[in-house]
């Protein structure tokens, strides 16, 4: 029984993903495995209603814990409040309440450059990430401050450096990263933990820009001094667990570097 034993978690952008040799490529998936592993039940979102039904099974199956899959998608078409706000009326529904919130959706037409970037693509981005995490914390924190509970959020080196042909990508990072430091601000006196997360994992998705973008790959993604990526359970999916704890609620408002064996770097 882990720490987190009878809590809820949601979490965006989780269904299970697989690497062409068939070992898990989803963050979002990573993330879930390890908080189901902490004993947290979980609500996990996504666009893919196979992909969701495939890790509510096997993380059912394996840890004993009680999976809510959602289909959810946040884009320009739709009335995306009310998505958000009924993935959180069947949350509490089901649950009772909220401990944790993990933004981890994100779509994106990486490898495009900035002049031949579409209003389509841009919007693409920034709907699936950063309004989506702008909803979703809105949704979740009156529930949120009840439990004194955390959010963690996902940005990227995208942002961070300015990659080739990731600038609505970028853009969409970058904002969820202003919104996440005025978060921390704003709801640190309500007890609720806030921080994010610039990772570099070996995914499914950054597996596909390798293969559609190789040059684009090769100027934007540099192995990590230890020699791998980052793992989406061992390395990415437990510090997401160790955020969540009360011993780092200290680290509010922190934005965390998570590269390949490198551990937690503020």
Same mark, same amino acid.
């Given at each position: 029984m882990g720490f987190l034993t009878g809590?809820?978690?949601?979490?965006?952008?989780?269904?299970?993903?697989?690497?062409s040799d068939g070992s898990c490529g989803?963050?979002?998936?990573?993330?879930?495995?390890?908080?189901?592993? !902490?004993g947290s039940n979980l609500v996990i979102t996504g666009r893919n209603v196979q992909k969701l039904n495939d890790a509510k099974d096997e993380l059912e199956k394996l840890y004993g814990i009680?999976?809510?899959?959602?289909?959810?998608?946040?884009?320009?078409?739709?009335?995306?409040e009310a998505v958000v706000n009924d993935v959180v009326k069947q949350t509490i529904d089901t649950f009772g309440s909220i401990d944790v919130l993990i933004n981890c959706a994100q779509a994106s037409a990486s490898g495009v450059t900035l002049a031949e970037h579409t209003t389509e693509q841009f919007d693409?981005?920034?709907?699936?990430?950063?309004?989506?995490?702008?909803?979703?914390?809105?949704a979740c924190y009156p529930y949120l401050k009840e439990t004194k509970g955390s959010v963690i959020n996902f940005a990227s080196g995208a942002g961070l450096f300015g990659n080739y042909g990731q600038?609505?990508?970028a853009a969409a990072k970058e904002g969820i990263r202003?919104?996440?430091?005025?978060?921390?601000? !704003?709801?640190g006196r309500d007890g609720i933990n806030v921080n994010i997360i610039c990772p570099l994992a070996w995914t499914a998705q950054l597996e596909n820009f390798q293969k559609a973008y190789p040059d684009a790959f090769k100027a934007n993604v540099k192995m990590p001094p230890m020699g791998h990526y980052g793992d989406v !359970?061992? !390395?990415?999916g437990r510090a997401c667990v160790q955020l969540a704890s009360p011993d780092f609620k200290y680290m509010s408002g922190e934005t965390i570097t998570l590269e390949g064996g490198m551990g937690l770097r503020p």
């Open positions: 809590k809820t978690t949601i979490i965006t952008g989780a269904g299970r993903a697989l690497l989803s963050i979002g998936y990573g993330i879930a495995t390890a908080y189901a592993k !902490e009680k999976v809510l899959p959602i289909s959810a998608d946040i884009n320009s078409g739709d009335d995306n693409l981005a920034l709907y699936s990430g950063l309004y989506a995490t702008f909803y979703y914390m809105k600038c609505a990508y202003g919104l996440t430091r005025v978060a921390a601000t !704003e709801w !359970e061992k !390395e990415i």
